[in-house]
């Protein structure tokens, strides 16, 4: 899953949502050093990572991609399933998108100093940029793509799988479907212990 995904599946707990959203970039045990709260959305964004790797319905969506991008099919996935949550957003929560975004935003800018070095970089950038918000359109996502193949240095090709997704579009949402009803059932049993 991807950056929404993430965010969204921390159950509307603030603590919760800046772990999960920080967890990449906190290796090994480095999450100890953290408060109690962020540590658990650090812990569920690895269960999250753990599941979806794994689970059948991400495996379909990524074996679409293999041939072309090879490693790189996961990563395009995420986007692709972060794209499926913004589009299908009402299904999932009451508050609008874009009200729930910048909510979060208001959360990172707040808690600013509790962010890993490369996320204070990134995350102003993310706010600028809307990141979160461009999901929504599959122009946003060809920009995110495009970013993305820039960071590899153009090796990804992952500029041009917009294209992939437009082709399969039903059959990546049907496979979305599954695996997000799946991770909301883990994250829900994590965040009730």
């Not at 972060?82 to 508050?95: I, M």
């Not at 461009?134 to 060809?142: K, Q, S, V």
């Not at 820039?150 to 399969?168: C, F, H, P, V």
């Amino acid at each position: 899953m991807n950056y929404l995904a993430h965010i969204f599946l921390s159950g509307g707990q603030p603590d919760v949502m800046i772990g999960n959203f920080i967890a990449d970039s906190i290796k090994g045990t480095k999450h100890n050093a953290y408060p109690s709260e962020i540590q658990k959305g650090i812990i569920l964004h690895r269960h999250i990572d753990t599941m979806t790797d794994a689970h059948p319905g991400f495996r379909k969506s990524t074996k679409r991609l293999h041939q072309n991008y090879g490693h790189y099919s996961g990563i395009i996935v995420d986007i692709f399933y972060d794209h499926f949550l913004a589009k299908n957003w009402a299904e999932y929560s009451d508050v609008p998108l874009d009200v729930y975004i910048q909510s979060f935003y208001r959360l990172l800018n707040d808690n600013f100093e509790i962010l890993p070095e490369n996320i204070q970089k990134m995350a102003p950038i993310m706010m600028e940029g809307n990141w979160l918000l461009i999901y929504e359109n599959l122009e946003g996502i060809d920009r995110v793509l495009s970013g993305m193949n820039r960071r590899t240095k153009n090796r990804s090709g992952m500029d041009t799988a917009g294209q992939e997704l437009r082709k399969y579009y039903a059959l990546f949402e049907a496979d979305f479907k599954l695996v997000f009803r799946d991770l909301q059932k883990l994250s829900t049993d994590y965040l009730s212990v």
